[in-house]
C-alpha cells in the first residue's frame, strides 16, 4: 500500500460515482466503497497494520481522500433528492397505483343475452344455424322463388361457390329467416324457435351495417294464431324497454308470412309525441307475420293441422332503440373504440 493507491483509490471512487443516476445506485456505491468488504474499508484495515511512520503518511491521506469522496456522495445525495419528481424511483408506496383495466361482455352480447332470458320463460331455445347458407333457405322456400323481385329487399352477398342443382347459390345469410325451414325440417314439433345470428347485407350508413345481428322467433304448433304473436311481442318489448312502451302492428308484404306486420314501439325519446329522433312518435323494430301455409309444407308440416307465426328484428336496431343509450350512429358498435364501449 503506497500513496499512489491511495490516490487511485479517489480517482476511481469519482469516476464511479459520477455514473450514479439514482437513489439505488448511489446506496451501491456506499456499499461498495464503506461497506464491511469495501475498497476504502479494506485499504483502512491495511493500513491500521503498517509500522508507525507509514500508518501516519497513508493515514492522512487516505482520511483526505475519504472526506473527498463523502463529500462529493453528499452533494450527489442532494442532486438525486431534487431531480426525484422526474425519475421517481421504481416503488413509491404513497403514490396512489393504476388499477388494472378489467374488460365486459360486448354490448351487443349483452343484449343477446338479454332478449335469450326474455324468451326463455315462454319456452323458447335458442338456436343457431348456418351463417353461410343456400338461397333455397333463405329465399326458395320462404315463398321467394328465383326471379321474385321481393328478393332485392335482401340487399344479398353471393358467395363464389359453384351452384347446387337443387338448393341454387351459396350467400351470406342476409336474414335469420333462413332458420326457419331448417328448424321444421327438425322434425321436433312443436316448435319454439329462437334463432340468433349474424347476418350480411350490401348496406352501410348510420342506420345500417354490412354485418348485423337479427334474432328470429318462430313458433309452430296446433291453434296458434294472431293474437299469440301480439302476445309474445308486447311481452318482449315490455320486459326489454319498459311498461311505458306500447307496440303496434302496421299491415306489411312479407312472402313468408300472411298476414304480415312491421312491428313499431313507443319513441324512447317522446313517447309517442313525435320528436326529431322518430318524427311521427313511433319507432320502427322489424318483421313479423303468420307463417305462411306454403313455408310449412316446404317444412314439412301439415298446414292444416299446425299454423305458426315469426318474427325478426335486428339485435342492434334493438337494442339502440332502448331509452337512454344515445347511439346515433350504428357503425359505432363495431368501430371498437375503447372510450364507447366501456360505456355500456
Ligand atoms: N326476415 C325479415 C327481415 O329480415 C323479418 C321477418 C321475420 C318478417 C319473420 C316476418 C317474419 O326483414
Not at 321481393?150 to 363464389?160: K, L, S, Y
Request: some cysteine.
Amino acid at each position: 500500500m503506497d500513496l499512489l493507491e491511495v490516490e487511485k483509490l479517489k480517482t476511481q471512487a469519482l469516476t464511479d460515482l459520477d455514473l450514479v443516476d439514482s437513489l439505488t445506485k448511489l446506496e451501491e456505491f456506499r456499499v461498495k466503497y464503506f461497506g464491511k468488504k469495501g475498497l476504502v474499508t479494506v485499504v483502512t484495515k491495511d493500513i491500521v497494520s503498517l509500522g508507525a511512520d507509514e500508518k501516519k503518511a497513508l493515514g492522512r491521506a487516505l482520511n483526505e481522500v475519504k472526506s473527498v469522496i463523502q463529500g462529493s456522495m453528499e452533494s450527489k445525495k442532494l442532486e438525486l433528492e431534487k431531480s426525484i419528481p422526474s425519475q421517481l424511483p421504481e416503488f413509491y408506496k404513497s403514490l396512489p397505483g393504476t388499477r388494472p383495466e378489467i374488460g365486459h361482455l360486448h354490448v351487443i352480447t349483452q343484449a343477446i343475452r338479454e332478449i335469450v332470458d326474455i324468451f326463455k320463460p315462454l319456452g323458447f331455445t335458442r338456436v343457431r344455424y348456418p351463417e353461410i347458407d343456400w338461397e333455397y333457405f333463405v329465399f326458395e322456400a320462404l315463398n321467394i322463388p328465383e326471379e321474385h323481385p321481393a328478393r332485392d329487399e335482401w340487399e344479398t352477398f353471393f358467395v363464389d361457390i359453384s351452384r347446387d342443382e337443387k338448393y341454387g347459390r351459396t350467400v351470406i345469410t342476409p336474414h335469420t329467416s333462413s332458420g326457419q325451414v331448417r328448424e321444421m325440417l327438425k322434425g321436433n314439433l312443436p316448435i319454439r324457435m329462437l334463432n340468433i345470428s349474424r347476418c350480411g347485407r350490401r348496406q352501410a350508413d348510420v342506420r345500417h351495417l354490412p354485418t348485423f345481428y337479427q334474432f328470429e322467433g318462430l313458433v309452430v304448433d296446433k291453434g296458434i294464431n294472431i293474437s299469440h304473436l301480439k302476445g309474445v311481442l308486447n311481452y318482449f318489448v315490455k320486459n326489454f324497454y319498459g311498461p311505458e312502451r306500447e307496440i303496434r302492428l302496421r299491415p306489411y308484404d312479407f312472402r313468408f308470412t300472411e298476414p304480415s306486420f312491421e312491428v313499431d314501439v313507443l319513441c324512447s325519446n317522446c313517447l309517442g309525441a313525435g320528436c326529431s329522433l322518430c318524427k311521427e312518435g313511433w319507432m320502427e323494430l322489424g318483421g313479423a307475420g303468420v307463417v305462411h301455409p306454403k313455408v310449412l309444407e316446404y317444412g314439412g308440416i301439415d298446414s292444416k293441422e299446425y299454423s305458426g307465426f315469426a318474427f325478426g328484428w335486428g339485435v342492434e336496431r334493438t337494442y339502440m332503440m332502448k331509452s337512454g343509450t344515445q347511439i346515433d350512429d350504428i357503425r359505432h358498435l363495431f368501430a371498437n373504440d375503447v372510450r364507447f364501449l366501456e360505456q355500456f
